[in-house]
């Protein structure tokens, strides 16, 4: 996560800003092309996975790795239909299928390793796919300035995650031993389809608030302003980036295991720990920022993103909202209540384009933060409220159960 935070600020040290706007552009559009391709099948098979024996990972494994052979087939060749609207510009066409694939493929892998319950792994994993190019890109772009491209980082990035899933696809066979060939399961797999077409709803909704952003952003101001976007918004979100890896991929398997399990006070303090846990993660990273961003902009020393600072403020505070929500957001996933998660993100959307369109004439150069901020935090409220509602009836079960 370091590396990347430090990626966007040299990024925005030497790259004018219009080229950093151009680089949030493609990186957002690639997050949500993955969704895409993958259909949010992950969401069963990694449940699936946390719940079954260690015997039963290869059956697991070889299925997904069909289905997603089977999406690729019908859903990677309208990726191209990005070039032809123009949202990105042709010359990127190859490095977006390239980085694309391998992106999604390395973020598979890093998933696995998360419903194994081997996070520490999946981190170095994770490090690999998105920090170690960054480590190696960083003094090369400095030093020599023939290589400040963006088609280099393009092309890093498609090193750095390629050899993610070298290492990660080795990890994932030893711990998946004893691997056996196994008959296709059509039914299983139609089921996860089933399953993953509720999540590929909602989070493609959810997603396009991280997407759209960018592009209202260009839309309403300029490619500069946009850079000044990315950077802030790199620099925001770097308070969830570290949140996944630190925290919830530690403790979200424990509660989806305890809540199956039917284990409820297990389940309970998880999420206790979990709550108090990204509170104060949390807390320490956005102190951290709000005190270096002086220093970072004084060295970037370049005068747009100084007058546009107001933006970092409003989207540090959504990044922080995002971050607390994501807690009844695990609760709601260990309990199966998926049609809650899918409505609290299909709302967002709406929330998201409402609020744009009646704040926007006021002012254009927050429109698109304040709008972020309107849909995470009825995002929170939803899950909250659901996530207080199925913990009531939790209770009433047991006590049921018990009597």
Same mark, same amino acid.
């Given at each position: 996560?370091?590396?990347? &935070?430090?990626?966007?600020?040299?990024?925005?040290?030497?790259?004018?800003?219009?080229?950093?706007?151009?680089?949030?552009?493609?990186?957002?559009?690639?997050?949500?092309?993955?969704?895409?391709?993958?259909?949010?099948?992950?969401?069963?098979?990694?449940?699936?996975?946390?719940?079954?024996?260690?015997?039963?990972?290869?059956? @697991?494994?070889?299925?997904?790795?069909?289905?997603?052979?089977?999406?690729?087939? &019908?859903?990677?060749?309208?990726?191209?239909?990005?070039?032809?609207?123009?949202?990105?510009?042709?010359?990127?066409?190859?490095?977006?299928?390239?980085?694309? @694939?391998?992106?999604?493929?390395?973020?598979?892998?890093?998933?696995?390793?998360?419903?194994?319950?081997?996070?520490?792994?999946?981190?170095?994993?994770?490090?690999?796919?998105?920090?170690?190019? @960054?480590?190696?890109?960083?003094?090369?772009?400095?030093?020599?300035?023939?290589?400040?491209?963006?088609?280099?980082?393009?092309?890093?990035?498609?090193?750095?995650?390629?050899?993610?899933?070298?290492?990660?696809?080795?990890?994932?066979?030893?711990?998946?031993?004893?691997?056996?060939?196994?008959?296709?399961?059509?039914?299983?797999?139609?089921?996860?389809?089933?399953?993953?077409?509720?999540?590929?709803?909602?989070?493609?909704?959810?997603?396009?608030?991280?997407?759209?952003?960018?592009?209202?952003?260009?839309?309403?101001?300029?490619?500069?302003?946009?850079?000044?976007?990315?950077?802030?918004?790199?620099?925001?979100?770097?308070?969830?980036? /570290?949140?996944?890896?630190?925290?919830?991929?530690?403790?979200?398997?424990?509660?989806?295991?305890?809540?199956?399990?039917?284990?409820?006070?297990?389940?309970?303090?998880?999420?206790?720990?979990?709550?108090?846990?990204?509170?104060?993660?949390?807390?320490?990273?956005?102190?951290?920022?709000?005190?270096?961003?002086? /220093?970072?902009?004084?060295?970037?020393?370049?005068?747009?993103?100084?007058?546009?600072?107001?933006?970092?403020?409003?989207?540090?505070?959504?990044?922080?909202?995002?971050?607390?929500?994501?807690?009844?957001?695990?609760?709601?996933?260990?309990?199966?209540?998926?049609?809650?998660?899918?409505?609290?993100?299909?709302?967002?959307?709406?929330?998201?384009?409402?609020?744009?369109?009646?704040?926007?004439?006021?002012?254009?150069?927050?429109?698109?933060?304040?709008?972020?901020?309107?849909?995470?935090?009825?995002?929170?409220?939803?899950?909250?409220?659901?996530?207080?509602?199925?913990?009531?009836?939790?209770?009433?079960?047991?006590?049921?159960?018990?009597?």
């Amino acid at each position: 996560m370091a590396s990347r &935070f430090a990626l966007v600020i040299v990024l925005a040290k030497i790259f004018e800003p219009a080229e950093v706007g151009q680089f949030g552009l493609f990186l957002a559009t690639v997050t949500l092309s993955m969704l895409i391709i993958g259909g949010e099948f992950y969401t069963y098979s990694q449940r699936e996975l946390i719940t079954l024996p260690k015997k039963d990972r290869s059956f @697991v494994i070889q299925h997904q790795l069909i289905a997603i052979g089977l999406l690729y087939i &019908f859903l990677l060749p309208p990726q191209l239909l990005i070039f032809h609207f123009d949202l990105l510009p042709m010359r990127f066409m190859y490095w977006f299928l390239g980085v694309l @694939v391998v992106e999604h493929i390395s973020q598979e892998i890093n998933r696995l390793l998360v419903a194994m319950q081997r996070p520490v792994l999946a981190s170095w994993v994770l490090y690999v796919r998105m920090g170690s190019w @960054v480590a190696c890109v960083i003094p090369v772009i400095w030093l020599y300035p023939d290589y400040r491209k963006l088609e280099f980082l393009f092309g890093s990035w498609f090193a750095g995650a390629s050899l993610a899933i070298i290492i990660g696809s080795v990890v994932i066979y030893r711990e998946s031993r004893p691997w056996e060939r196994v008959n296709v399961d059509w039914m299983w797999i139609r089921t996860g389809f089933k399953v993953a077409a509720l999540f590929l709803i909602a989070t493609a909704s959810f997603k396009m608030l991280t997407t759209v952003d960018r592009y209202i952003v260009e839309y309403l101001s300029s490619l500069d302003v946009l850079g000044a976007y990315v950077l802030f918004a790199g620099m925001a979100m770097a308070v969830v980036n /570290f949140l996944d890896p630190a925290v919830f991929s530690f403790l979200y398997p424990r509660a989806v295991s305890a809540y199956r399990q039917k284990d409820f006070a297990v389940y309970k303090k998880v999420m206790k720990e979990m709550i108090w846990s990204a509170l104060g993660v949390a807390l320490i990273l956005v102190t951290a920022v709000i005190v270096l961003t002086p /220093f970072v902009l004084d060295w970037i020393g370049k005068e747009t993103y100084q007058q546009n600072i107001s933006i970092l403020w409003v989207l540090l505070t959504v990044s922080t909202v995002y971050g607390v929500s994501m807690i009844p957001h695990y609760g709601l996933y260990a309990k199966g209540a998926d049609h809650c998660i899918a409505y609290a993100h299909i709302s967002s959307l709406i929330v998201f384009i409402i609020t744009v369109y009646i704040i926007s004439p006021y002012t254009p150069l927050l429109a698109t933060a304040y709008s972020l901020l309107a849909a995470f935090v009825w995002i929170g409220i939803v899950k909250t409220v659901c996530y207080y509602k199925y913990t009531q009836d939790s209770v009433i079960n047991e006590t049921n159960l018990v009597s």
